[in-house]
């Protein structure tokens, strides 16, 4: 399993809590411990949307898959 099919596994709760909110993430890429993630919905342009994507998203892929350095925002 490379990183992303790890990554996207992993990243199922947070998807959910995020569509509850009408918003949604992809994972645009994954490699080299670096995660590219598309916010969309509701998420895209939201004034919160950066502290989502460090408090929530990318703690919670930091946590669950260790190899991953970062989690970043991609238009």
Same mark, same amino acid.
């Given at each position: 399993?490379?990183?992303?099919?790890? *990554?996207?596994?992993? #990243?199922?709760? /947070?998807? &959910?809590?995020?569509? +509850? &909110?009408?918003?949604?993430?992809? #994972? /645009?890429? +994954?490699?080299?411990? $670096? /995660?590219? *993630? %598309?916010?969309?919905? +509701?998420? %895209?342009?939201?004034?919160?949307?950066?502290i989502t994507l460090k408090m %929530? $998203?990318?703690? $919670? $892929?930091k946590e669950r898959v260790p190899? *991953?350095?970062?989690? /970043? +925002?991609?238009e």
């Amino acid at each position: 399993m490379d990183l992303k099919e790890k *990554v996207e596994k992993e #990243i199922k709760d /947070v998807r &959910e809590f995020l569509q +509850a &909110e009408g918003g949604d993430c992809e #994972i /645009v890429e +994954a490699k080299d411990g $670096i /995660v590219k *993630v %598309r916010l969309v919905g +509701a998420c %895209r342009g939201c004034p919160f949307s950066q502290i989502t994507l460090k408090m %929530r $998203i990318e703690a $919670i $892929i930091k946590e669950r898959v260790p190899e *991953v350095k970062e989690v /970043v +925002a991609v238009e």
